[in-house]
T-cell receptor, first 114, second 116 residues
């Protein structure tokens, strides 16, 4: 079974600074997807970024980018120019290609300080 | 695009009663929907995978007779918590996978269930 580990239960960053959230996973598959989801206090899960394992190029979405290291099974999220609205719980998730089941990490609570 | 709704957003019921939660994909079709449970300050735990027109696939440890799932159309899946007890109180979240497959799940806003 796949496992996803987020070793940072809490992180904080100053507004306008950069922060990196860590995620590692374990799988025997070669083809899969990785995701970062954001869950603000409203508890609505919001897709932040998506990465296909077969793509070597790291995904980027505006201020959000990932560092995908397939061999190391690492998938970190970098948030640049942090904004107050970025404060939320961030979940790393592993997605199977067959059946699309998601396995989530424990989450990292991000605080953005003004 | 890719909006998923849930109804109700919160519900309070008495122990022993049944509660139905609806999950709808508003602007896309979804052959597959997923139901998760989330306890306070914890991660999402997958309960079951719902496929349109067929029986749901339940995760290990999830009682299929207690959590009834129906996926009758390409835009609607329902979760019925039967004979609810206080330990069933939780936050239930659904997600839907867009057709054609994008291997990306879009989540509903969740339903908070409190069983008295």
């Amino acid at each position: 079974a796949q496992t996803v580990t987020q070793s940072q239960p809490e992180m904080s960053v100053q507004e306008a600074e950069t922060v990196t959230l860590s995620c590692t996973y374990d799988t025997s598959e070669s083809d899969y997807y990785l995701f970062w989801y954001k869950q603000p206090p409203s508890r609505q899960m919001i897709l932040v970024i998506r990465q296909e394992a077969y793509k070597q190029q790291n995904a980027t979405e505006n201020r959000f980018s990932v560092n995908f290291q397939k061999a190391a099974k690492s998938f970190s999220l970098k948030i640049s120019d942090s904004q107050l609205g970025d404060a939320a719980m961030y979940f790393c998730a592993y997605g199977e290609t067959s059946g699309s089941r998601l396995t989530f990490g424990e989450g990292t609570q991000l605080t953005v300080n003004p | 695009g890719a909006v998923v709704s849930q109804h109700p957003s919160w519900v309070i019921c008495k122990s022993g009663t049944s509660v139905k939660i609806e999950c709808r994909s508003l602007d896309f079709q979804a052959t597959t929907m997923f139901w998760y449970r989330q306890f306070p300050k914890q991660s999402l735990m997958l309960m079951a995978t719902s496929n349109e027109g067929s029986k749901a696939t339940y995760e290990q440890g999830v009682e299929k007779d207690k959590f009834l799932i129906n996926h009758a159309s390409l835009t609607l899946s329902t979760l019925t918590v039967t004979s609810a007890h206080p330990e069933d109180s939780s936050f239930y979240i659904c997600s839907a996978e867009r057709v054609p497959f994008t291997d990306t799940q879009y989540f509903g806003p969740g339903t908070r269930l409190t069983v008295l």
